[in-house]
C-alpha cells in the first residue's frame, strides 16, 4: 500500500515567518514529488514539483527531497495570510500507469 | 495553454436520482483523465482513470461509473445516487511525458444528495 503522510495541522504561522510543511512517503519507487495549494472550497493548484535530491526554490517557495529518507518538505518564506490553505503533497512511482499518491493535507493558517 | 472545463460548478440532487458530471480539456491531445472525489475534511480519493477514448480504469468499486467518449472529455455518472455521494469532485488531467508527467484539476463540481 503506497501512502503518504502529512501532519493534518493545523499549522499556524505569524505573518512574515518562515512556514514548514512536511511529507513522508512509503514507496521507494516514488520519482516525481508535487505540492498542492489548495484553498478552502477550491480545487488543487500546483505549486512545486521535485525530482531531485536537494533543494529547489521558486519565489517564496522552496521545495526539498531526501529520497534517502523518503521525505519531502516545503518551505514558504515570509509567509502571507494569503497563504493560508491546506498544502497537499503528492508522489509518484515511475514506469506504469501515473497515479499520483496524495497526502490528506496539511491546513496552514498564517495570522496577522 | 491548457485549460479543464467542468460542470456544473454545484449540484444538489434527491437520493435515487441520476447524476452527470462532465470535464472537458483544451489545448492538449490525447490526455490522462482523472477523477477524484473529496468528501469533507477528508483526502483525495482517485474514482477512475483513462489513458484514452473508451479505456477507464476504476479504482474503487461503488455505484458510479465514468465514460470517455471523445479524447479530451470525460464523464462521471450515476444511476441511482447515494447520501455517501455527497462531496467534491474534481476532474484531472495530465500528458504523459516521463518523470515530468504533471497533474492538473478542474475547477470541480461540488455535489449534495439529500
Known amino acids: 500500500q503506497k501512502e503518504v503522510e502529512q501532519n493534518s495541522g493545523p499549522l499556524s504561522v505569524p505573518e512574515g515567518a518562515i512556514a514548514s510543511l512536511n511529507c513522508t512517503y512509503s514507496d521507494r519507487g516514488s520519482q516525481s514529488f508535487f505540492w498542492y495549494r489548495q484553498y478552502s472550497g477550491k480545487s488543487p493548484e500546483l505549486i512545486m514539483s521535485i525530482y531531485s535530491n536537494g533543494d529547489k526554490e521558486d519565489g517564496r517557495f522552496t521545495a526539498q527531497l531526501n529520497k534517502a529518507s523518503q521525505y519531502v518538505s516545503l518551505l514558504i518564506r515570509d509567509s502571507q495570510p494569503s497563504d493560508s490553505a491546506t498544502y497537499l503533497c503528492a508522489a509518484v512511482a515511475s514506469g506504469g500507469s501515473y497515479i499520483p499518491t496524495f497526502g490528506r493535507g496539511t491546513s496552514l493558517i498564517v495570522h496577522p | 495553454s491548457q485549460t479543464i472545463h467542468q460542470w456544473p460548478a454545484t449540484l444538489v440532487q434527491p437520493v435515487g436520482s441520476p447524476l452527470s458530471l462532465e470535464c472537458t480539456v483544451e489545448?492538449?491531445?490525447?490526455?490522462?483523465l482523472y477523477w477524484y472525489r473529496q468528501a469533507a475534511g477528508r483526502g483525495l480519493q482517485l474514482l477512475f482513470y483513462?489513458?484514452?477514448?473508451?479505456?477507464i480504469s476504476s479504482e474503487v468499486p461503488q455505484n458510479l461509473s465514468a465514460s470517455r467518449p471523445q479524447d479530451r472529455q470525460f464523464i462521471l455518472s450515476s444511476k441511482k445516487l447515494l447520501l455517501s455521494d455527497s462531496g467534491f469532485y474534481l476532474c484531472?488531467?495530465?500528458?504523459?511525458?516521463?518523470?515530468?508527467?504533471?497533474?492538473?484539476f478542474g475547477p470541480g463540481t461540488r455535489l449534495l444528495v439529500l
Open positions: 483513462s489513458v484514452g477514448i473508451g479505456q
Open positions: 484531472a488531467w495530465s500528458v504523459t511525458g516521463g518523470l515530468q508527467e504533471t497533474q492538473y
Open positions: 489545448g492538449t491531445s490525447n490526455p490522462n
